[in-house]
C-alpha cells in the first residue's frame, strides 16, 4: 500500500476548530478517492458518493440541500448509512459531475455535525463552467501524483535514511557514498516511472518496468481522451496536440514553449487557450521567464516566453519510445553529454523536467527561469523563499556559462543551488546538491 503525504494534511484538517467542508482539487488518477478512503478508517462511519459509477446519486441533490433533507435522501440509496455526530466521514468523490452537490457543501459546512470531503478531477472541473462554488464555505487542498519522497517509501526507504539525507542538506555535508549511489539509482526509476499511483504500485510490485510502461501509457491514453472529452469543442484537438508537443518541446536546444512546433506557423493568437485551459486542469505548469533576478519576480515576467512541463515527470516519459528509459537507467554521468545519440541532445530537458516535477509537487506556484537574450546566460529555475530569490542550476550534459557564479555575485542573493548526480558541496554561496535533494528545497 502506498503512503501518501496529503494523509497527515486531512489530520490537520480534521483536528481544527470548526473545520469546513474540503475539496481535494488535481488531475485524474493521482489517487485522491484512494487517500480519502485511507483517511476514513479512522472514523466509525463512512459514506461514499461517486457520481461517475452511480450517476443516480445526483438524484439526492435535486430538491432542498437541507442536511436533514440530504440524509434521509442518501440513506433511501445506501440503507445502511450511519450518521454520527463527529464520527462520520462524507465523500462526495467526482463532484464535478454534480453542481447541486458541490453547492450542498455550504449547508454541510454550516450544519457542522459531519465530516464532508469532495473530490474532483481538476479537468471536469474546469469543463464544467456553470458549477457554482460555495465561496467561503469549504477549504481546499491540490494534490498531485507521488511525489519523489513518497516513491522512496514506496520502495521501502525508512525514514532513518530519508532523515540522514535531510541532515547532510541542512547541514551542506556529503551524503554516504553507499547511500547516495542508492539514491541516485532510485531518483532514475523515479525519472523514468513518474509518480502515478497505479504505475509505482505496479513497479513495486513486480519490479518490472516493462509493466509499469504499459500502464503509465494507457493513462497517457487516458488523459489525452479526457482532454477530447472535457475540453471546449473549439479547443480540445488543439490542446491534445499541445499536450503531445511537450516532449518534443522540452528537448530541442531551446526549452522554450514555440507554438510552430505544435503546428507549423503557429501563433498564440490560435493556441494560447489551449494552454490556459492545460494549465487549469493541473496537468501541466507553465515556468515563465523574467526578465530581472530580484524579488518580487513576478512583475518582471514576460508571459509570452515560459517552458510548458507535466505536472507528473512519468507521464513526459510516455511521450517518448521505452529504448529511452533504459538508456536513462544506463547513463551514470548527467555533467557528461551522454555517448547515446538519442540520449545526447534529450538529456538536459528531462533532467530539468525531473527538477520541475519535484518542484511542481513541492507546492511551489511560481516557478520562474532566467535567460540573456544577448548571450547564453541561463538559469533553470528560480523560486522565492524567506530570503529572497533562490537560483536553481541543473548541470547537464551542455556547455554552459557561469551564470551562476555571476548570478551569486549580487549581494541581494544570499545562495544557490547547482543540482547534478554529484554529492553535496559548497564553494562560498554556490551549494552543489544531488538533484535529489529537490524534496527538501
Known sequence: MLSRKIINKLILWRKKDKHKSLIIYGARQVGK?????????????FVELN??????????FDESLDVENLKINISTYLPKSNFEKGKTLILLDEIQECGEALQSLKFWSEDGRYDVIATGSALGMNYKQDISYPVGN??????HALDFEEFLWANDINEEVISLLYKCYKNVSKVPAAIHDKIINLLKQYMIIGGMPEVVQAYVNSKNIQEADEIQRRIYRDYLNDIAHYAPANIRIKAQNCYKSIPIQLTKDNHKFQYGVVEKKATATKFETSIEWLNASFITKPVYVTKRIEYPMKAFVDETNFRLYMTDIGMLFAGFDFSLKKMVLGDDSLEEKALNIMLGTAKGGLYEALAADMLIKKGYQDIYFYKDV???AEIEFLIEYEDGVLPIEIKAG????????NILKQENIKKGYKLSLQNVGCTDKKITMPIYMLMFI
Open 33 to 45: 478517492t484512494f487517500a480519502v478512503r485511507e483517511f476514513a478508517k479512522d472514523y466509525d462511519h
Open 51 to 60: 457520481f461517475i459509477e452511480n450517476p443516480e446519486f445526483k438524484k439526492i
Open 138 to 143: 469549504v477549504e481546499y487542498l491540490d494534490m
Open 374 to 376: 544577448k548571450s547564453t
Open 398 to 405: 551542455r556547455k554552459k556559462a557561469n551564470t551562476l557564479g
